[in-house]
């Protein structure tokens, strides 16, 4: 497992403490902030890889915490921890830009299985890809082109790669438009109607050389997004 850093930032000492017990055992590394203070601080400037945020904090709150964290840090993963009464601020924070929340009380297998569901999809340490075997040749990201076999080099544009590359880092998971918007684009998707990322899905399509019809690169999940089928090189 890679060596990631989860900030906790809870006001319960008995909670927090459980919480940093259950991470370190799983070996993760774990920061901790006990008030809003501290946790705005270390939100914004901390190296880590993930935020477990209690909403009810002394000071400032959880949310204004969020706030920040998603003005300075937009691909910074981040789960809000709220009490089972708190529905209208658990909905706020997912419309803050929240990836995933867990409602007081919680099971530490949840709290686990929850951390590592949003740190597998996370962008913000991503595997270097570098190149991307397909039919015929391969995406070769360092360069944005793809090179065929026999010699033709068909060149991409640099939002082109950085589409390729974060589906390709999420290999056989369908992604959503909106998880592109935010991740890719890094625009807030709420609200936001576009035709964009379908038209970058289709050009690309086009210098693959793919069959529209039947693609086998990129493919379409009705309902959900698209997903990458094919095995990446990692540097």
Same mark, same amino acid.
């Given at each position: 497992?890679?060596?990631? +850093?989860?900030?906790?930032?809870?006001?319960? %000492?008995? *909670?927090?403490?459980?919480?940093?017990?259950?991470?370190?055992?799983?070996?993760?590394?774990?920061?901790?902030?006990?008030?809003?203070?501290?946790?705005?601080?270390?939100? $914004?400037?901390?190296?880590?890889?993930? *935020?477990?945020?209690?909403?009810?904090?002394?000071?400032?709150?959880?949310?204004?915490?969020? !706030?920040?964290? #998603?003005?300075? &840090?937009?691909?910074?993963?981040?789960?809000?921890?709220? @009490?089972?009464?708190?529905? =209208?601020?658990?909905?706020?924070?997912?419309?803050?830009?929240?990836?995933?929340?867990?409602?007081?009380?919680?099971?530490?297998?949840?709290?686990?299985? &929850?951390?590592?569901?949003?740190?597998?999809?996370?962008?913000? &340490?991503?595997?270097?890809?570098?190149?991307?075997?397909?039919?015929?040749?391969?995406?070769?990201?360092? #360069?944005?082109?793809? #090179?065929?076999?026999?010699?033709?080099?068909?060149?991409? %544009?640099? #939002?082109? %790669? @950085?589409?390729?590359?974060?589906?390709?880092?999420?290999?056989?998971? @369908?992604?959503?438009? !909106?998880?592109?918007?935010? &991740? $890719?684009?890094?625009?807030?998707?709420?609200?936001?109607?576009? +035709?964009?990322?379908?038209?970058? *899905?289709?050009?690309?399509?086009?210098?693959?050389?793919?069959?529209?019809?039947?693609?086998?690169?990129? =493919?379409?999940? +009705?309902?959900?997004?698209?997903?990458?089928?094919?095995?990446? $090189?990692?540097?």
């Amino acid at each position: 497992m890679p060596n990631y +850093r989860i900030l906790v930032v809870e006001d319960d %000492s008995a *909670i927090r403490e459980g919480i940093v017990d259950a991470l370190t055992f799983e070996g993760y590394q774990v920061l901790e902030a006990d008030d809003g203070d501290s946790g705005m601080a270390m939100g $914004v400037e901390v190296d880590c890889d993930l *935020i477990l945020l209690d909403l009810v904090l002394p000071g400032p709150s959880g949310l204004d915490i969020l !706030r920040s964290v #998603r003005a300075t &840090r937009p691909t910074l993963p981040v789960i809000v921890l709220t @009490a089972l009464g708190e529905e =209208r601020d658990r909905v706020m924070g997912l419309n803050l830009g929240a990836d995933d929340y867990v409602v007081k009380p919680f099971s530490v297998k949840e709290l686990l299985a &929850r951390v590592k569901a949003v740190l597998r999809r996370s962008p913000e &340490r991503p595997l270097d890809v570098t190149e991307i075997p397909v039919p015929g040749g391969c995406i070769d990201l360092a #360069r944005c082109e793809i #090179r065929f076999e026999g010699g033709d080099t068909i060149e991409l %544009s640099e #939002r082109e %790669s @950085a589409l390729l590359r974060y589906l390709a880092m999420n290999a056989g998971r @369908a992604i959503s438009r !909106r998880e592109i918007l935010q &991740r $890719v684009w890094r625009l807030n998707p709420n609200g936001l109607e576009t +035709r964009t990322i379908d038209m970058h *899905i289709a050009r690309i399509r086009d210098k693959l050389k793919e069959d529209r019809s039947h693609p086998t690169v990129i =493919r379409t999940v +009705r309902g959900k997004g698209y997903v990458f089928g094919l095995e990446v $090189v990692e540097s």
